[in-house]
């Protein structure tokens, strides 16, 4: 409660606006200048890079990169600081002196882990291997997972 105030909570937010914005305009716009070479319809539940990068006729191995670099600031490093974070409250939990103690604790944070898993890994999956070998519908899965379960 100390550290984790409302003046803390609100600047943690407005970071993590500031600091997706230029990503989210600069690929977005990027990727809408190239031109697109079959049907303008994506077969996707929403318009996402992959099934985008699809439909585009030219060579986008250099925007390819830069969305695995942005992926990787954007969705590994958050990953593993909170893996890293729940190393120590799973060492803090450890050192509560009863069972019952330790249990309630860590049934406390095994939702947030999984909901967190859930979404990094699958959001790993898709954007870190844009041309990956899964099927369309796979890919859907995927991403439905990622976006409504989560």
């Not at 409302?6 to 993590?16: N, Q």
């Not at 699809?54 to 590994?76: K, P, Q, R, S, W």
């Not at 890994?121 to 369309?136: F, M, N, V, Y």
């Amino acid at each position: 409660a100390t550290t984790m105030n409302r003046r803390m909570c609100l600047l943690m937010v407005i970071a993590c606006w500031i600091s997706g914005i230029p990503f989210a305009v600069g690929l977005t716009g990027w990727l809408f200048s190239y031109s697109f070479c079959s049907s303008k319809e994506i077969e996707h539940f929403f318009c996402d890079i992959s099934p985008i990068m699809d439909l585009i006729c030219a060579d986008t191995h250099l925007f390819e990169l830069l969305v695995f670099i942005a992926t990787v600031i954007i969705v590994l490093i958050p990953f593993i600081l909170i893996a890293a974070s729940y190393i120590q409250v799973i060492c803090a939990i450890l050192q509560i002196p009863s069972a019952e103690g330790r249990h309630k604790a860590f049934s406390t944070c095994v939702a947030h882990l999984m909901v967190v898993t859930l979404f990094y890994c699958t959001t790993g999956l898709i954007h870190l291997k844009p041309k990956s070998s899964l099927s369309l519908n796979s890919k859907k899965l995927v991403a439905l997972s990622y976006t409504v379960v989560t």
